[in-house]
């Protein structure tokens, strides 16, 4: 299936991670121009990813903000709009983690991580949303996790957060259907990222084989999901969870 997006804008948030990267590079392949959000951190891998995806021919722009920041998120997305209009579509992947056993959660750690991965898509979809809603198009994709469907122990902050995130998906996705606006979340499983490498060899190992396809998610397998959830193929999916994770989870 042949996905065109020419001309339409995305912003990607966390786009120097494993995940933003390949989905910048799927969009920017469905012809996207592209508002690539990073927070600053590894700077040299966004620039490395604004140089490759140039080489390519798109048109790609970075922002360097804090998602958890109301203000800061407003005005860097007003500079990308200001160069290549309106925010289309928006995936919202941008992340972290903080784990500790809850008994050990000092109220510092919980909260950071609600700020990013939760408050961090209500404010870059509230600083979108009345426009594509004017416009009748758009796209809001919206990356949870495995972990905010199963739970996982030491990430009560990080569960909490990603479970809320398709909470916020099926409200929004109610509000905006009838202006041709499209809100769905993806819950990716375990991918092969240096997150994951990093993890002991017998540890990683135990989760790779609780997955019943047998190896670990690749960013493709996600970036892939996306660009469909972009398109006008997907127009008549909204408020969905989209659970793309090898069998890992299934519900």
Not at 7 to 15: F, K, N
Not at 115 to 133: A, P
Not at 193 to 204: F, G, L, N, T, Y
Not at 230 to 237: K, N
Request: aromatic share 6%; hydrophobic share 40%.
């Amino acid at each position: 299936m042949k996905i065109n997006l020419k001309d339409r804008v995305a912003l990607v948030t966390g786009a120097n991670g494993a995940i933003g990267r390949m989905i910048c590079h799927y969009l920017g392949n469905a012809g996207c121009k592209l508002l690539a959000g990073h927070a600053g951190f590894h700077k040299e891998v966004a620039e490395q990813l604004v140089a490759d995806e140039k080489k390519e021919g798109c048109r790609i722009k970075l922002l360097e903000f804090d998602v958890s920041d109301f203000e800061a998120t407003r005005a860097a997305i007003a500079e990308g709009e200001a160069e290549f209009g309106p925010v289309d579509i928006l995936v919202n992947v941008a992340g972290i983690t903080k784990d500790k056993p809850l008994k050990k959660m000092d109220p510092e750690t919980w909260q950071k991580v609600i700020d990013i991965n939760l408050g961090g898509i209500y404010n870059c979809t509230r600083n979108v949303i009345e426009g594509m809603s004017d416009r009748g198009w758009g796209r809001v994709i919206n990356i949870s996790s495995i972990n905010g469907q199963k739970g996982q122990f030491g990430q009560a902050n990080y569960s909490a957060a990603k479970a809320g995130v398709h909470g916020f998906t099926m409200a929004v996705a109610r509000e905006v259907a009838r202006k041709g606006v499209t809100v769905n979340t993806i819950s990716p499983g375990y991918i092969d990222s240096p997150m994951i490498r990093a993890v002991p060899e017998d540890i990683r190992a135990g989760i790779e084989a609780e997955i019943p396809i047998g190896r670990f998610g690749q960013p493709e397998d996600i970036a892939s999901m996306v660009t469909f959830a972009a398109s006008e193929q997907a127009g008549w999916i909204t408020g969905a969870d989209f659970t793309v994770n090898g069998g890992h989870f299934i519900h």
